[in-house]
């Protein structure tokens, strides 16, 4: 299966608003609400921020909100703040018992 | 405190094979499924599979079929993932990772174990 399609990079002033994209087909994103997304800061582990599309998992922040589309997820991460600078994957249930990845995006706080 | 515990970093040359382990704390190693993520250099998370603890089934992904082997001992709750024949592009991060099933809501993660392919 191919990897899911993130923008490389995006970035936002704090307080302000910035929503990643994450792309697959009818056989990942668009075929499961299994949707998930991991915030990785520099030399650490991924940590899950939201799953099943839309759902956080506790002591995750709620500017942090996830929704899907079509073929089409979104991570939207509200009042920015210069801690979510950060690369953040998205990865969907790809049918078969299989999990495919985004290739990441780079959140840039300015 | 809910945890997983890798090995340590390996070096082994090109057609060797290494064996990263995977030890949880804190809950029931047989109640997760057990999946193993890894990270090249500068790259993205790349899927490799996963294990059942509670019935040894796997499934890997193809890129990694007929090289990959992941195992598991239940008397000393401890998951392996084995990779054989390795390149030097198989130089990465190797994590695993807990997840409820196959879903890919991977809620706790390893620290990651380094492992390097060089001559």
């Known amino acids: 299966q191919s990897a899911l399609t993130q923008p490389p990079s995006a970035s936002g002033s704090p307080g302000q608003s910035v929503t990643i994209s994450c792309t697959g087909t009818?056989?990942?994103?668009?075929?499961?609400?299994?949707v998930s997304w991991f915030q990785q800061h520099p030399g650490k582990a991924p940590r899950l921020i939201i799953y099943?599309?839309?759902k956080r998992p506790s002591g995750v922040p709620d500017r942090f909100s996830g929704s899907k589309s079509g073929n089409t997820a979104s991570l939207t991460v509200s009042g920015l703040q210069a801690e979510d600078e950060a690369d953040y994957y998205c990865n969907s249930y790809a049918g078969s018992n299989s999990v495919v990845f985004g290739g990441g995006t780079r959140l840039t706080v300015l | 405190q809910v945890q997983l515990v890798q090995s340590g970093a390996e070096v082994k040359k090109p057609g060797a094979s290494v064996k990263v382990s995977c030890k949880p704390s804190?809950?029931?190693?047989?109640?997760?499924?057990t999946h193993w993520v890894r990270q090249a250099p500068g790259q993205g998370l790349e899927w490799m599979g996963w294990?059942?603890?509670?019935?040894?089934?796997?499934k890997y992904a193809q890129k990694f079929q007929g090289r990959v082997t992941m195992t598991r001992d239940t008397s000393i709750r401890t998951a392996y993932m084995e990779l054989s024949r390795l390149r030097s592009d198989d130089t990465a991060v190797y994590y695993c990772a807990r997840d409820e099933g196959w879903e890919g809501a991977f809620d706790i993660w390893g620290q990651g174990t380094m492992v390097t392919v060089s001559s």
């Open positions: 009818s056989s990942d994103v668009g075929g499961y609400n299994y």
């Open positions: 099943e599309v839309s």
């Open positions: 804190g809950y029931t190693f047989t109640a997760y499924y």
């Open positions: 294990i059942n603890p509670n019935s040894g089934g796997t």
